[in-house]
């Protein structure tokens, strides 16, 4: 199944009611905020690579004030226009070609165009979720301006179309997203766990603002082509998901953060483990790496993540925020449950 495809799908409700005229804005202007996330038991691996179907489900942790803001406006020329952070981006950029393919979703004949005024406040492609949540919050925009009153399930399954992460990004919070079996990916989508954690803190330790030397989208299919350890990563996955579970309704913080340093690593180890290796390691990311152990072998309470990227993402609670934060002075510390 094609992406369109499952576009008309998902619509086919809409467009009994409504006909043709979904695919026409109904307002001027759209606008829309979506959350960065962070995985804590990571989506690596695709079983569809045009619906962005996950091999295995995930589960991520919002940053609630970190994340991406998509002012949508009718454009009067034959082309989209897309800016980030006040800057007009070439139409030639990959950035900019994937938001138009995307556009093309719901675009018959081309009949409109949008200016794309992203201000993101997080950096991009440098691991910390910005396609996600600029997808993510990409639908809710569409959403906005063309007055579709898609349901959240809906809004999730269209924002995994963009990008696969971006199912999660459109609450805060713990959110799971399930892998499903369906070969139409309708059963492929993400929700919000009914918990929160008050106490529970992330940082953002930044190594690097540059943007990542190789894509989520190709290494992780170079992953499952010619890693050896791929295999065991749905089985880890599948152990990871139990042990969350038991440790948000524990609220289990060591059980909590452990899995998650646990589900990274395994997770960059199968990448070193291809052909060839991908490495999102920096020395700084491993001095950073080995801080934290030594800091939790001093007995403090902390762990970390990573993504695909060089940049770490710091959990613990917050007794032990000003430790945490003399240890990092230029850790970017989010409270993770806003009260």
């Given at each position: 199944?094609?992406?369109?495809?499952?576009?008309?799908?998902?619509?086919q409700?809409?467009?009994?009611?409504?006909?043709?005229?979904?695919w026409?804005?109904q307002?001027?202007?759209?606008?829309?905020f979506?959350?960065t996330?962070?995985?804590?038991?990571k989506?690596?691996?695709k079983?569809?690579?045009e619906?962005?179907?996950?091999?295995t489900?995930?589960?991520?942790?919002?940053?609630p004030?970190?994340?991406s803001?998509?002012?949508?406006?009718?454009?009067?020329?034959?082309?989209?226009?897309?800016?980030?952070?006040?800057?007009?981006?070439?139409?030639?950029?990959?950035?900019?070609?994937?938001?138009?393919?995307?556009?093309?979703l719901?675009r018959?004949?081309?009949?409109?165009?949008?200016?794309?005024?992203?201000?993101?406040?997080?950096?991009?492609?440098?691991g910390?979720?910005?396609?996600?949540?600029g997808?993510?919050?990409?639908?809710?925009?569409?959403?906005?301006?063309f007055?579709?009153?898609?349901?959240?399930?809906?809004?999730?399954?269209?924002?995994?179309?963009?990008?696969?992460?971006?199912?999660?990004s459109?609450?805060?919070?713990?959110?799971?997203?399930?892998a499903?079996?369906?070969?139409?990916?309708?059963?492929?989508?993400?929700?919000?766990?009914?918990?929160?954690?008050?106490?529970?803190?992330?940082?953002?330790?930044?190594?690097?603002?540059?943007?990542k030397?190789?894509?989520?989208?190709?290494?992780?299919q170079?992953?499952?082509?010619?890693?050896?350890?791929?295999?065991?990563?749905?089985?880890?996955?599948?152990?990871d998901?139990?042990?969350?579970?038991?440790?948000?309704?524990?609220?289990?913080f060591?059980l909590?953060a452990g899995?998650?340093?646990?589900?990274?690593?395994?997770?960059?180890?199968?990448?070193?483990?291809?052909?060839?290796p991908?490495?999102?390691?920096?020395?700084?990311?491993?001095?950073?790496?080995?801080?934290?152990?030594?800091?939790?072998?001093?007995?403090l309470?902390?762990?970390?993540?990573?993504d695909?990227?060089?940049?770490?993402?710091?959990?613990?609670?917050?007794?032990?925020?000003?430790?945490?934060?003399?240890?990092?002075?230029?850790?970017?510390?989010?409270?993770l449950?806003?009260e």
């Open positions: 199944m094609k992406k369109f495809d499952a576009v008309q799908l998902i619509f409700p809409l467009l009994q009611q409504k006909g043709d005229s979904v026409q804005p307002r001027e202007k759209g606008l829309a979506a959350p996330n962070i995985a804590l038991c989506y690596w691996g079983r569809d690579e619906l962005n179907l996950p091999m489900s995930s589960l991520s942790v919002a940053l004030e970190k994340g803001m998509t002012h949508l406006s009718l454009h009067n020329k034959n082309e989209d226009v897309v800016v980030l952070n006040g800057e007009a981006l070439s139409p030639d950029s990959q950035f900019v070609k994937r938001i138009k393919a995307y556009l093309d719901f018959q004949e081309n009949t409109w165009h949008l200016l794309i005024d992203i201000q993101l406040n997080i950096p991009v492609a440098a910390v979720a910005s396609s996600a949540c997808f993510a919050s990409l639908i809710s925009a569409l959403n906005d301006m007055v579709w009153q898609l349901s959240m399930r809906d809004l999730s399954l269209l924002a995994r179309l963009g990008s696969g992460s971006a199912a999660r459109l609450w805060t919070g713990f959110v799971e997203w399930h499903g079996v369906q070969s139409d990916g309708m059963d492929s989508y993400a929700e919000p766990l009914k918990m929160e954690w008050s106490d529970l803190y992330m940082g953002i330790l930044l190594v690097t603002r540059e943007e030397s190789i894509s989520s989208r190709e290494a992780m170079r992953t499952i082509d010619s890693s050896v350890l791929y295999a065991n990563w749905p089985r880890k996955v599948a152990r998901m139990v042990i969350f579970r038991q440790a948000l309704q524990a609220k289990n060591s909590l899995t998650a340093e646990s589900n990274a690593l395994t997770m960059h180890a199968t990448m070193l483990s291809c052909w060839p991908i490495c999102y390691f920096m020395p700084e990311t491993i001095a950073a790496m080995q801080r934290v152990w030594q800091l939790r072998r001093d007995g309470e902390l762990y970390f993540t990573q695909a990227g060089p940049n770490l993402k710091l959990i613990f609670t917050g007794k032990n925020k000003d430790k945490v934060v003399e240890a990092f002075p230029d850790l970017d510390v989010v409270k449950f806003v």
